[in-house]
């Protein structure tokens, strides 16, 4: 399984970015797959959750502003940023559960910076 972050960048507050995770080498019926960030000086904590059998979940910070879905045709898992804040500014990650073999993978990271 590897997993390749992209669409990272700058964008300016109360802007959109969107953020792709191309998975290779696995199925959605396998995985639950988060995207997660880490911010300068700060924990790497999850930002929004899809599972493998559809169900989204979202951290506090990121409610009704960001949005985690999946492209079967592009075996894509992407997250949609909306209102974005300086706040958001972090290095997003892609991340798999492995429900099969009970392993975790991680995409590379994306830089996304937000100014105010």
């Known amino acids: 399984v590897q997993l390749v972050d992209s669409g990272g960048g700058g964008v300016q507050a109360g802007g959109p970015r969107g953020l792709s995770c191309l998975a290779a080498?696995?199925?959605?019926?396998?995985?639950?797959m988060v995207w997660c960030r880490q911010a300068p000086g700060k924990q790497r904590e999850w930002a929004a959750r899809?599972?493998?059998?559809?169900?989204?979940n979202y951290a506090d910070p990121v409610k009704s502003r960001f949005t985690i879905t999946r492209d079967n045709a592009k075996n894509t898992v992407d997250l949609q940023m909306n209102s974005l804040k300086p706040e958001d500014t972090a290095v997003y990650f892609c991340?798999?559960?492995?429900?099969?073999?009970?392993?975790?993978?991680w995409g590379q990271g994306t830089q996304v910076t937000v100014s105010s």
């Open positions: 080498g696995t199925t959605d019926s396998q995985n639950d």
């Open positions: 899809l599972s493998r059998s559809g169900g989204t």
């Open positions: 991340h798999a559960f492995h429900w099969g073999t009970f392993t975790n993978y």
